[in-house]
C-alpha cells in the first residue's frame, strides 16, 4: 500500500473567524480542509466554552512548504488578538497527489 | 507508563457512506472505530458541505497490517466514485492488547 | 518557522465522564483542552452509540510528563470501570510556551 508523506495542520479557535480561516487556508496554497465543531478551555484566557460550536477545528493536509505559510499568517494576523492554537501532525496519505 | 504503537486511520467522506464504511472497518479487522460530524470542501470537487453533518470522519485505531487492508479496500472500491480522503498517524496507545 | 515539540493526548469516553475528566486534565498540569462530540463502538463492550454526543473526544496538548501522569490517571481510575481510549500523538505546536 502506497502512502505519501505530507502534513497535517489542525487550528482551533473562535468559530467567528470561521470564513476568514477558510481564506488563509486556500490563501496559503491548499486544497482543502475539513471543519468540525468543538469547545474548549485556553491556556490563556481560561474561557470556557461550553456551548458545542463555539469553538471550531480545522485540519489541513498540505505540504510542509503550505503548512508552514499557513502557520506564518496565523501567528502574525491572528496569534495577537485571538484564541488560537495550531500544530502539525506528520501524517501518511493516500493518494497524495490530490493535497499537492 | 507502558504505551503501545499503534496506527490510527482517519478517514473523512460523505456521510452517506456510514454504515458501508463502518461494515469495511471491521473487515479490515479493526476492533472499533470514533466517529465525528464534520464538514469541508475537497481537494478536486470543491464541493462546500457547509451543513454540519454533511460529512463523517472515522477514526480507527488498529495493527498496521489492519490499516493497510482498510485503505486498500476505500482505495479499490471507494475512491474512484466518492469524495474519500484517508490517511495513517502513529500512536502509542494505553493497553494496546484492546485493539488487535 | 519555529515549532516546539509536545504530546498530544487524545482521549475519548463516555460523555457522562465530561466533568471528572476535565478536571483530571488540570490536575494533571495541562493548560487546556478541546472537546469534540463523536460516537462510536469500542473493541470490548461492542456498543454502539448512534446519538450525536453519547460519547466525548478530549484533545489535550501539553508536555510529556503531564501527558503520561495523565495516561496513569486514566489507567489507574478509569479503565477498569469505563469505556476509555487514550492514546499520545507527537505535533509541533506555534508558540510552545502556552503550554507548559
Redesign the interface.
Known amino acids: 500500500?502506497q502512502?505519501f508523506p505530507?502534513t497535517?495542520v489542525?487550528i482551533?479557535t473562535e468559530a467567528l473567524l470561521k470564513d476568514r480561516i477558510?481564506a488563509e487556508i486556500r490563501a496559503a496554497g491548499a486544497?482543502?480542509?475539513?471543519?468540525?465543531?468543538?469547545?474548549?478551555?485556553?491556556?490563556?484566557q481560561r474561557r470556557v466554552s461550553e456551548i458545542?460550536?463555539d469553538?471550531i477545528?480545522f485540519e489541513v493536509?498540505t505540504t510542509q512548504a503550505n503548512a508552514?505559510r499557513l502557520?506564518?499568517i496565523?501567528?502574525h494576523d491572528y496569534?495577537p488578538q485571538y484564541a488560537v492554537?495550531?500544530?502539525?501532525?506528520?501524517?501518511?496519505?493516500?493518494?497524495g497527489d490530490?493535497?499537492v
Open positions: 500500500m502512502t505530507l497535517k489542525s482551533v477558510i486544497k482543502g480542509y475539513t471543519m468540525i465543531e468543538c469547545s474548549g478551555e485556553g491556556s490563556r458545542l460550536g469553538n477545528k493536509i508552514e502557520l506564518q496565523l501567528q496569534f492554537i495550531a500544530y502539525l501532525t506528520q501524517v501518511n496519505v493516500v493518494r490530490k493535497y
